[in-house]
């Protein structure tokens, strides 16, 4: 079976909306068709300042929450990323392959470090897309389901392997990216010309996942629309509403044009009745499932130790490959 291999942060309590619905769901459904890795990535969430206890409490959350979505540990690998070393390990050889000019390129740098400016940065956030591609070339990953954000990671990690197989042979597979057009970018409630994000979104912008639904439910009813009057799916002219389309359409699993057919004479606020509507509905069993999950440490733990175990079984294997590839003496 071909090989999927997914990462999240757990640097917010909860999950958001974006996050289900342009990876999330994707990774659920890919559980029968691939081999499965997905990964709380903790070191990731290390580069920007973060308090230990809560990066304790966020990861595990993560967890329940992916097992809430749907994840099920006996058929997928669930895992924290700090768990298996060759991540880390790994990270550090292909930092050494990439130019320090090509590391400068990642907008997603750029983006994160145009307020502060990039003197205040760490060098962890600089080299955080070349640990990204450790954890995919890692697995020789086929398909790497994520949102839009993370297509230029996703090239890098490209450009990488082929760099390392053109350089010390055929070592990495390359992946490509795993994106559903539909759902690759879901908007902020009150700016829909952004993206939902949990650094970058005011609360009143963002779903999450675990808040109380009756709160979700009044964001989508004060998401900011347009002055006109016709529910239609037009990007430019229309983002609210689309944006909002894009959810229902992505909840309900009806099409867009079926979806502007059923609104044909009704107003923003039906539309916005019934995405909430299924947002709630979706939200309360994940919820529950959530915090049951959380209550239940020793299993959480005990999930987790089997995915690192499988995880750790694969990257170790490749990880004494590249070492041989690269002239490393083995410890006998
Ligand atoms: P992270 O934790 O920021 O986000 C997790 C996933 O959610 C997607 N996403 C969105 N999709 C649609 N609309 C949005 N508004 C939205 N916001 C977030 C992201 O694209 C992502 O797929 N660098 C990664 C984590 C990572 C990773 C990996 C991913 C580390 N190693 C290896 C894949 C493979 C990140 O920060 O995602």
């Known amino acids: 079976r071909p090989r999927v291999f997914s990462g999240i942060q757990p640097t917010a309590d909860s999950f958001h909306l974006g996050n289900y619905l342009g990876a999330i769901r994707q990774w659920v459904e890919m559980q029968d068709t691939y081999d499965a890795f997905y990964c709380v990535v903790d070191l990731h969430?290390?580069?920007?300042?973060?308090?230990?206890n809560r990066l304790r409490e966020r990861t595990l959350l993560a967890a329940a929450q992916l097992l809430a979505a749907g994840l099920d540990p006996e058929r997928c690998t669930l895992?924290?990323?700090?768990?298996?070393?060759?991540?880390?390990q790994l990270s550090w050889i292909l930092g050494c392959l990439t130019g320090f000019g090509e590391a400068s390129r990642m907008t997603q740098f750029k983006d994160k470090t145009q307020r502060q400016g990039v003197e205040a940065a760490t060098v962890g956030l600089f080299t955080y897309p070349v640990l990204m591609a450790a954890d995919i070339l890692l697995y020789d990953t086929d398909q790497v389901p994520v949102g839009e954000d993370q297509r230029q990671h996703l090239e890098l990690t490209r450009d990488l392997a082929q760099r390392f197989n053109n350089r010390f042979g055929?070592?990495?597979?390359?992946?490509?990216?795993?994106i559903i057009k539909e759902t690759a970018k879901i908007y902020d409630l009150q700016e829909p010309r952004v993206k939902m994000s949990k650094s970058a979104s005011s609360p009143n912008g963002i779903i999450e996942l675990l808040d109380d639904p009756k709160v979700s439910a009044k964001r989508i009813r004060s998401a900011v629309t347009d002055s006109g009057?016709?529910?239609r799916f037009d990007e430019e002219e229309k983002p609210g509403v689309s944006n909002l389309l894009t959810i229902l359409s992505a909840l309900t699993r009806r099409s867009i044009p079926e979806l502007e057919d059923?609104?044909?004479?009704?107003?923003?606020?039906?539309?916005?009745?019934d995405v909430a509507d299924a947002v709630v509905e979706f939200v309360t069993p994940f919820r529950e499932r959530t915090f049951a999950l959380l209550e239940d440490r020793e299993t959480l733990d005990g999930i987790l130790a089997r995915g690192a175990d499988r995880a750790r079984a694969v990257a170790s294997e490749k990880l004494r490959q590249v070492h041989d590839r690269l002239g490393f003496v083995p410890a006998k």
């Open 45 to 52: 969430a290390i580069t920007v300042g973060h308090d230990p």
């Open 79 to 88: 895992f924290v990323q700090s768990h298996v070393a060759e991540h880390s």
């Open 170 to 178: 055929e070592t990495f597979r390359v992946p490509e990216a795993y």
């Open 229 to 231: 009057r016709e529910v």
């Open 262 to 273: 059923a609104y044909a004479g009704k107003g923003y606020g039906d539309l916005k009745r």
